[in-house]
């Protein structure tokens, strides 16, 4: 069974940076691309970003481009998102997401997600 | 970028009834659209993929059509737990973009 779990969000100050995780179960971490898409609070989802198998191919949505970075563990099974210069817009439940098939694929598991808001 | 619009917003039906949710792309997307349903305080689940494709485990109500602009979900008879939001999503170009998404409520 596909068992992703996210950690490390929580109050921050605008200006400020944090880095979530998201562990990894029940699958071939490292042959799969993963994603991690928002939600701000009552409102949809917004793709954020995606990081293939190897970790040498990333994309990222316009807004968070030059501020966040993914990365990934593959001995470890663990994705990141470091984020950097928060804004009160980056406030959202972060979800991981086992991206299906390649890099372009659907997000086929999901995490419960993890909650960041960002608010002086 | 491609904008996914979804209609209704609010969709109201029984139990038992048939629902259809509309997906409207502002430019082709061939057959690269997918939909997932999110209940109340959970996280988003895959139910179609490739515009008619049933994720694995998704019941049979669940269906999809449509390919270019144009999209369907349709759920045949409505249970209890179907009563949720459902989105839209495509995987044609960068950024892979959601719709707005559609509330079915009872």
């Known amino acids: 069974e596909v068992q992703l779990l996210e950690s490390g969000g929580g109050l921050i100050q605008p200006g400020g940076s944090l880095r979530l995780s998201c562990a990894a179960s029940g699958f071939t971490f490292s042959t799969y691309a993963m994603s991690w898409v928002r939600q701000a609070p009552g409102k949809g989802l917004e793709w954020v970003s995606v990081i293939s198998g190897s970790g040498g191919n990333k994309y990222y949505t316009d807004s968070v481009k030059g501020r966040f970075t993914s990365s990934r563990d593959n001995s470890k099974n663990i994705l990141y998102l470091q984020m950097n210069s928060l804004s009160p817009e980056d406030t959202a439940v972060y979800y991981c997401a086992k991206v299906q098939r390649t890099i372009m694929g659907y997000f086929e598991d999901w995490g419960q997600g993890t909650l960041v808001t960002v608010s002086s | 970028e491609i904008v996914l619009t979804q209609s209704p917003a609010t969709l109201s039906l029984s139990p038992g009834e048939r629902a259809t949710l509309s997906c409207r792309a502002s430019?082709?997307?061939?057959?690269?659209l997918a939909w997932y349903q999110q209940r109340p305080g959970q996280a988003p689940r895959l139910l179609i993929y490739?515009?008619?494709n049933r994720a694995t485990g998704i019941p049979a109500r669940f269906s999809g059509s449509g390919s270019g602009t144009d999209f369907t979900l349709t759920i045949s008879s409505l249970e209890p737990e179907d009563f949720a939001v459902y989105y839209c999503q495509h995987r044609a170009s960068w950024p892979k973009t959601f719709g707005q998404g559609t509330k079915l409520e009872i």
């Open positions: 490739d515009a008619s």
């Open positions: 430019q082709s997307v061939g057959s690269y």
